[in-house]
């Protein structure tokens, strides 16, 4: 699982929410594989801070893209932003 989201080209609304799924259910899964202890702590902790990463990118592609629609303009040209801008916004 990459810790951050990669995207070859523009995503739509559709492919960034399909993202999201996915990333979801990865957590998810790995959730239960720890339970079943099938993973350790600190791998799932490791893979878990990775999806988050990737879900809060997807997130902030899809409001950014939402948000220029909104205001008439073509949400084609916003792309996934690093993590390290991401991950800094305060909430």
Do not use: F, S
Request: proline share 5%; glycine share 10%; aromatic share 4%.
């Amino acid at each position: 699982m990459p810790a951050t989201v990669a995207a070859d080209g523009p995503m739509d609304e559709k492919d960034i929410l399909a993202r999201i799924d996915e990333y979801v259910g990865e957590e998810q899964r790995l959730r239960e594989r720890y339970q079943r202890g099938e993973l350790g702590r600190e791998e799932e902790h490791r893979r878990l801070e990775g999806l988050e990463v990737a879900l809060d990118q997807c997130w902030d592609l899809l409001r950014r893209r939402r948000a220029r629609l909104e205001a008439g303009g073509d949400p084609g040209g916003e792309r996934v932003r690093p993590p390290d801008e991401v991950e800094g916004y305060l909430q």
